[in-house]
């Protein structure tokens, strides 16, 4: 039954545009009503209508400790007792800007914002101040907010909605944001080669995870690492999704690759609005009042975010065996895949980051990932979603576990993930 959904849909349509506050929520790209969400805990959301799902979108990520745990919603509470917001200085942001130097020691001094767009336009503009360049390099594909000199050949909604270049973004705001393509070390090197001297950072996910998941093949973030190096530009990494997810020090733990600046968001404010860039210190001089880098926001720091980051990253950093845990949870999920559709479909995986892709090619790049089959998406989606489980409502996104997915909540999905693929007419 979706029948308040659909009159708040109705509703929502009247006044937001589209009927929803982001795009990919409007379930469009699969055909069907957007659930609107009344409560979640653990692995589970109800809808207004009161149907149950497991849970695998988890905010897009940052619920890694599943929804409303008691630890983090209890510090909350008493947070919200001294007040929402101060625009001034707490201890609470100091002590998160060491948990965060301490578990990804690159970050070694960062800044607190409001979400992750904001932190990558702001760690943009420290790159650029610091090297006083002002050409950057992205990845076709990859995502990195809204900002206007990021919505360029953009993954996530921009993918699903089929606009990877924003209406509204003058050429001259983009026309120094080139364009790579992922996993390919010529379309670099190329950049560089046509640009000489003029590349302030090259920016990257380092698992693309909003073309759908990308992993990096074998040297491709050492050898981005090294050109960066070689050439007078920073290497920033996006880490809005990997953060704290991929292991407690993110990609850069995982890899081995260490960057000159980080971004992070919501995860690092245990899913509340915030977001955080950061790097050396050498670098993070340049902003403002230190240096010229201008940057400012009266709810950056927020008092209650904060305190639901720090109850978070405690939480984890507490028990890291909890990504050996996801790790397991997600092989399962690719086992299953492969099982029922083999090959029919490609499944890319890394720890609790998932995305099965309707094409038989490799998935490895924006190229192979749009050669999808975005109709059979749509119905596996659908199959799910009638069957009590929820997912990214786009191809281009991740499935997203957490730590509370339980192993028979796991074999459950599994099943009707089977159940799914079987019943598509490859
Ligand atoms: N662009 C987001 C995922 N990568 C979706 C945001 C949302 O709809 O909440």
Redesign the pocket.
Same mark, same amino acid.
């Given at each position: 039954m979706e029948t308040r959904s659909k009159e708040l849909f109705e509703r929502a349509k009247q006044h937001i545009p589209g009927g929803?506050n *982001?795009?990919?929520?409007t379930f469009q790209a699969v055909g069907r009503t957007p659930r609107f969400i009344r409560s979640a805990r653990g692995s589970r959301i109800w809808d207004a209508d009161g149907n149950e799902y497991i849970d695998y979108v988890c *905010?897009?990520g940052p619920g890694i400790l599943g929804h409303a745990d008691s630890r983090v919603i209890q510090k909350v509470k008493e947070a919200c007792d001294l007040g929402l917001t101060y625009g001034a200085p707490t201890e609470k942001e100091v002590e998160l800007a060491e948990l965060i130097a301490e578990l990804i020691p690159s970050m070694e001094v960062s800044r607190l914002v409001s979400s992750g767009t904001e932190a990558v336009m702001s760690a943009v503009r420290a790159a650029r101040g610091y090297t006083g360049k002002d050409k950057i390099i992205k990845f076709r594909g990859c995502?990195h907010g809204h900002s206007d000199g990021l919505l360029v050949k953009a993954g *996530?909604?921009a993918l699903t909605t089929s606009v990877p270049d924003s209406a509204g973004v003058p050429a001259d705001y983009t026309k120094n944001t080139l364009v790579a393509e992922f996993n390919d070390k010529d379309s670099v090197e190329t950049l560089f080669q046509s640009n000489p001297g003029e590349i302030a950072a090259v920016i990257v996910e380092p698992v693309a995870?909003?073309m759908g998941v990308v992993l990096p093949e074998k040297g491709f973030l050492e050898f981005l690492r090294d050109i960066t190096k070689d050439k007078g530009a920073l290497l920033i990494f996006d880490e809005v999704?990997t953060g704290f997810r991929l292991a407690l020090g993110g990609a850069q733990e995982y890899f081995h690759v260490t960057p000159d600046l980080t971004t992070l968001g919501k995860i690092v404010g245990g899913g509340m609005p915030i977001g955080a860039y950061g790097g050396k210190r050498e670098i993070m001089q340049m902003i403002s009042p230190d240096g010229p880098v201008y940057q400012a926001g009266t709810l950056s720091g927020n008092p209650i975010a904060t305190t639901a980051g720090i109850e978070t990253l405690k939480i984890l950093k507490e028990d890291p065996a909890v990504y050996e845990r996801l790790e397991t949870k997600g092989e399962k999920m690719v086992q299953a895949v492969r099982e029922a559709a083999g090959e029919h479909v490609r499944v890319n995986q890394i720890g609790s980051l998932l995305s099965v892709f309707f094409t038989k090619k490799e998935v490895r790049d924006y190229k192979s990932a749009a050669s999808s089959d975005v109709g059979l998406y749509a119905e596996y989606f659908g199959y799910l979603l009638d069957h009590g489980i929820y997912t990214a409502p786009s191809q281009f996104?991740a499935m997203f576990l957490s730590d509370v997915h339980t192993e028979k909540e796991i074999e459950t999905t599994c099943q009707i993930m089977r159940e799914a693929l079987c019943s598509l007419r490859f």
């Open positions: 929803v *982001s795009p990919v929520r *905010s897009w995502y *996530s909604g995870a909003n999704i996104e």
